[in-house]
């Protein structure tokens, strides 16, 4: 019988219905989701794996391997949202983003009121909307095909706005275009199939982490 009650209080937990308390217990979860983003802001992942080198399979070298070196922070984003939801997922991102800009180089190329200016700042800034969407798409329905749409909005969401700030960037600067499209290009090109592949998959890391979180709170 409380195996059934148990099974029941899991399957009907939402993060995005708990009303944010500063407790011990809220407190630790966010500082844990801060130290992951941290964490997977400086954490690169080396792998290889085939792409197509020609469209025609009659020519030699149909498949090529390619060495990728991928930083696993959107994915990250979108594990957090999955995880606690938009209140605690937010305010994660909030603390990450304050520390980052007053106290701690904890961005990918340091920290400080100064990197307001520095041309990915716009990714780091669409963390906010990204973990509101996909928390929002969550909320109601966790199958593998609302997971999927969630994790593409997510992503798409974020290097959107992550573009957009670097053109803003650009001009305030005043750069050529072929170095705005360069930025562009090794933001936002071919990474947005890793975003979404790696996002995906942390998505679904998120629910059974979910419910281990939920137990151990009480």
């Excluded at 994915?75 to 997922?89: S, V």
Aim: net charge positive.
């Amino acid at each position: 019988m409380n195996t059934k009650r148990l099974k029941d209080e899991l399957d009907t937990f939402n993060a995005e219905n708990k009303k944010l308390r500063i407790t011990l217990g809220t407190l630790v979860v966010m500082g844990w989701c801060v130290f992951l983003i941290i964490i997977s802001t400086f954490t690169q992942l080396d792998f290889n794996h085939y792409i197509f080198a020609s469209w025609n399979p009659m020519e030699p070298g149909f498949l090529k391997l390619k060495h990728c070196i991928y930083i696993p922070q959107i994915p990250t984003i979108l594990f957090i949202a999955a995880l606690i939801g938009c209140r605690f997922g937010i305010t994660s991102v909030v603390i990450y983003i304050l520390l980052g800009l007053t106290c701690f180089p904890i961005f990918a190329l340091g920290g400080g009121i100064g990197y307001l200016f520095q041309y990915n700042f716009g990714y780091i800034l669409a963390y906010i909307p990204a973990v509101f969407i996909v928390s929002f798409m969550l909320k109601d329905k966790f199958s593998y095909s609302n997971v999927a749409k969630a994790t593409i909005l997510g992503v798409l969401t974020i290097h959107i706005i992550g573009v957009f700030y670097l053109i803003l960037m650009a001009i305030i600067h005043r750069d050529p275009f072929t170095e705005v499209s360069n930025w562009i290009a090794m933001q936002s090109s071919t990474k947005m199939i890793y975003d979404c592949v790696f996002g995906y998959l942390a998505i679904l890391l998120a629910k059974p982490v979910r419910q281990i979180l939920w137990v151990s709170m009480g």
